[in-house]
T-cell receptor
């Protein structure tokens, strides 16, 4: 079945450091890929998405490229801020199921220190 | 747009009591999802609806849990009787289905449930 695997957290970085959170997936067909972010005490928010191979999603300085050859969708940011501290979820759309539910990874907690 | 609305935001109850969580999806969205989030199990999909019809309830943990969507603008998740292990944050999400460019799910703020 379809699945998403993320690197385990927590990830602790200093402000202005480079961020990479790895995400790989297993899927039949051509799913869309997503990164969601959850700030403390809040629900999940869409951060970025890509709908086909080689697409790059970007938002708020974060980027991720849909790599079909490596089945990956790694999240990157060149210079993190304290306000980026949150839990990040990678997800794919399960188009095999009517309604296209999302399959989420386990989440990666990011902590950015001043 | 008001976004997905959930109520109550916090609920504290005693074991054995009935708990009802409510969700109002974004207007025009026709798919609705209920999730549960805990430290131990992460984010779990409980059930989802398309056009008010339950499509997949395989994530519902047991018969104590039930969900309904009587119309396009309202859904409930009920736990009866509640148990301490049901303590979690419950999220509702909605999306506009039918087109591949409308797969984004929009989440509500969640209901924090504590069963004593």
């Amino acid at each position: 079945g379809n699945s998403v695997t993320q690197m385990e957290g927590p990830v602790t970085l200093s402000e202005e450091a480079f961020l990479t959170i790895n995400c790989t997936y297993t899927a039949t067909g051509y799913p869309s890929l997503f990164w969601y972010v959850q700030y403390p005490g809040e629900g999940l928010q869409l951060l970025l998405k890509a709908t086909k191979a080689d697409d790059k999603g970007s938002n708020k300085g974060f980027e991720a490229t849909y790599r079909k050859e490596t089945t990956s969708f790694h999240l990157e940011k060149g210079s993190v801020q304290v306000s980026d501290s949150a839990v990040y979820f990678c997800a794919l759309s399960d188009r095999d199921n009517q309604g296209g539910k999302l399959i989420f990874g386990q989440g990666t907690e990011l902590s950015v220190k001043p | 747009d008001a976004g997905v609305i959930q109520s109550p935001r916090h609920e504290v109850t005693e074991m054995g009591q009935e708990v009802t969580l409510r969700c109002k999806p974004i207007s025009g969205h026709n798919s609705l999802f209920w999730y549960r989030q805990t430290m131990m199990r992460g984010l779990e999909l409980l059930i989802y609806f398309n056009n008010n019809v339950p499509i997949d309830d395989s994530g519902m943990p047991e018969d104590r849990f039930s969900a309904k969507m009587p119309n396009a603008s309202f859904s409930t998740l009920k736990i009866q009787p509640s148990e301490p292990r049901d303590s979690a944050v419950y999220f509702c999400a909605s999306r506009a289905s039918g087109r591949t460019d409308q797969e984004t799910q929009y989440f509500g703020p969640g209901t924090r449930l504590l069963v004593l």
